[in-house]
C-alpha cells in the first residue's frame, strides 16, 4: 500500500450539474453511436439540457486497429446515423495528417542524428 505522501493532489469529486446517461447503437458493421442522455442528480432526465452524441468505428491496419472518434451535432439518434459517414471520413483525414505529420519529425530527427559529426575521444 502506498502512503498519502505519494499519491498527487487530484481532484475526483463528480459534478452533480453535469451528469449524463450513456446509450448505445451499434449495427455490427462499422458504427458505434453512444448518445450521453443528460440526467438530473435523482437519475431522471433534464430536459433543459441537449443530449450529447459520439460517434466512433475502428479501422484495421497493417500494425493492428485504429480507432477513428468524433463528436457529432445531433440532436437525435436518426440525426447521428446520417452525420456518421462525413463525421468518420473528417475525423480519418485529421487522424491521416497526425500521422504523416508525425512520420515527417521522425524522418527529420532522423535525418538530424545521422548528420551530425562524431570525433573519437570526445
Same mark, same amino acid.
Given at each position: 500500500?502506498?502512503? @498519502? ?5 487530484? %481532484? #475526483?469529486? &463528480? %459534478?452533480?450539474n453535469?451528469?449524463y446517461? !450513456?446509450? @448505445?447503437?451499434? $449495427? ?9 442522455? +443528460? ?5 431522471t %432526465? $433534464?430536459? %433543459?439540457r441537449?443530449? &450529447? #452524441?459520439?460517434?466512433?468505428? *475502428?479501422?484495421?491496419? +497493417?500494425? @493492428?486497429?485504429? +480507432?477513428?472518434q ?6 437525435? #439518434?436518426?440525426?447521428a446515423?446520417?452525420? #456518421? +459517414?462525413?463525421a468518420?471520413r $473528417?475525423s480519418?483525414?485529421?487522424?491521416? !495528417?497526425?500521422? *504523416? ?7 527529420? *530527427?532522423? *535525418? ?8 573519437? @575521444?570526445?
Amino acid at each position: 500500500m502506498t502512503n @498519502g505522501a505519494n499519491i498527487p493532489d487530484i %481532484d #475526483f469529486s &463528480v %459534478d452533480k450539474n453535469n451528469l449524463y446517461r !450513456e446509450e @448505445g447503437i451499434t $449495427d455490427h458493421k462499422v458504427a458505434s453511436i453512444r448518445r450521453l442522455v +443528460p440526467i438530473k442528480i435523482d437519475g431522471t %432526465d $433534464d430536459p %433543459d439540457r441537449e443530449p &450529447v #452524441f459520439y460517434a466512433s468505428t *475502428q479501422l484495421m491496419t +497493417p500494425e @493492428g486497429p485504429l +480507432p477513428i472518434q468524433a463528436a457529432l451535432k445531433a440532436k437525435s #439518434f436518426e440525426a447521428a446515423i446520417e452525420e #456518421f +459517414p462525413q463525421a468518420m471520413r $473528417d475525423s480519418l483525414s485529421k487522424t491521416i !495528417e497526425q500521422i *504523416q505529420k508525425q512520420q515527417q519529425q521522425q524522418q527529420q *530527427q532522423k *535525418q538530424q542524428d545521422q548528420s551530425r559529426i562524431y570525433v573519437p @575521444g570526445r
